[in-house]
């Protein structure tokens, strides 16, 4: 009887710790088939010094990590993570914002939020590998209704993002 027992309990772990396995190794293939991550605002800058210089002067993105920052000591952890998932770079997503001290160069909303993940672009300068079609959609992502009040998609395509 108990031995039988165990022998099921012995089996049912087996399975199980072949599935974790089996997890860990989809995880692992499809980061690696994920060529596209994060780099950080400053690096499009090396090349693109008009349209960094612009928004660091002008969009409110590239200072959203300090209005987080702010409330910090009236959230726990968890509300803290929540706004993290719209005020920084790629949080929760393969090479996103981990930490302050961890990920400094992702703290901020930047150039990759409407871009998307830059870093096959930046390798391989050459102009490819990099998002240039919006749709509103993907705005709204964070800028829901009750987020931005009478958020107009074609003028704040300009008035949030960079001149030049
Ligand atoms: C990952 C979330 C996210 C996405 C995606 C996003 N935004 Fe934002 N946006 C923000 C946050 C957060 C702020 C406010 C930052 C702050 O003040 O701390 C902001 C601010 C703005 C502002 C305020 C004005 C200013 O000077 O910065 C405009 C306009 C704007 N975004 C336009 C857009 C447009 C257009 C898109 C789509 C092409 C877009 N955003 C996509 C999160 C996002
Ligand atoms: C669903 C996405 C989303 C989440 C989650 C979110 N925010 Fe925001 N937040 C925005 C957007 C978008 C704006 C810009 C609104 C605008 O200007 O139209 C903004 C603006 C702000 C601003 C105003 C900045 C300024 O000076 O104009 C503060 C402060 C702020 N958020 C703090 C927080 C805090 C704290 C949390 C977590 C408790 C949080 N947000 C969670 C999307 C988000
Ligand atoms: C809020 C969204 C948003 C952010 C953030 C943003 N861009 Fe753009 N970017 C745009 C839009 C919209 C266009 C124009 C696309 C079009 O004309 O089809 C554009 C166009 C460009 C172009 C093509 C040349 C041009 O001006 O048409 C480059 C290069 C560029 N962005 C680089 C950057 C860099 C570098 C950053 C960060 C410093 C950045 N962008 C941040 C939305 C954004
Ligand atoms: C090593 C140099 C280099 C770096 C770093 C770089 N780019 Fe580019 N980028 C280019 C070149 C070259 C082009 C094509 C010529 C042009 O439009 O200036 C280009 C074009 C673009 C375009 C226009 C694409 C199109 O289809 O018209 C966008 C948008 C862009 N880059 C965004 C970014 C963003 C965002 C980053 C940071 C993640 C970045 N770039 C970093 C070299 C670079």
Same mark, same amino acid.
């Given at each position: 009887?108990?031995?039988s027992l165990?022998? $099921?309990?012995?089996?049912k772990?087996?399975?199980c710790?072949?599935f974790?396995a089996?997890a860990?190794?989809?995880?692992k293939?499809?980061?690696?088939? =994920?060529?596209?991550t994060?780099?950080g605002?400053?690096k499009?800058?090396e090349?693109?010094?008009d349209e960094?210089e612009s928004?660091?002067?002008?969009?409110?993105?590239a200072?959203?990590?300090?209005?987080?920052?702010?409330?910090?000591?009236?959230?726990s952890?968890?509300?803290?993570?929540?706004c993290c998932v719209?005020?920084t770079?790629?949080?929760?997503?393969?090479?996103?914002? $981990?930490? =302050?001290?961890?990920t400094?160069e992702?703290?901020?909303?930047?150039?990759e939020?409407?871009?998307?993940p830059?870093?096959?672009?930046v =390798?391989?300068?050459n102009?490819k590998?990099?998002?240039?079609?919006?749709?509103?959609?993907?705005?709204?992502?964070?800028?829901?209704?009750?987020?931005?009040?009478?958020?107009?998609f074609?003028?704040?395509?300009?008035?949030?993002?960079?001149?030049k």
């Amino acid at each position: 009887m108990e031995t039988s027992l165990q022998v $099921r309990l012995v089996f049912k772990l087996a399975v199980c710790a072949a599935f974790v396995a089996g997890a860990v190794c989809f995880c692992k293939s499809v980061q690696a088939g =994920e060529a596209r991550t994060y780099v950080g605002s400053e690096k499009c800058g090396e090349c693109h010094a008009d349209e960094y210089e612009s928004y660091k002067a002008n969009a409110k993105k590239a200072h959203s990590f300090a209005s987080i920052k702010r409330m910090k000591k009236f959230l726990s952890d968890k509300e803290f993570q929540s706004c993290c998932v719209c005020h920084t770079l790629g949080y929760g997503q393969p090479g996103g914002f $981990r930490s =302050e001290t961890e990920t400094p160069e992702l703290k901020n909303l930047g150039c990759e939020t409407c871009h998307g993940p830059g870093s096959l672009h930046v =390798e391989l300068g050459n102009g490819k590998n990099i998002d240039k079609d919006f749709s509103e959609a993907m705005c709204m992502a964070c800028h829901t209704k009750d987020r931005s009040v009478a958020f107009r998609f074609r003028p704040s395509m300009f008035g949030g993002t960079h001149n030049k």
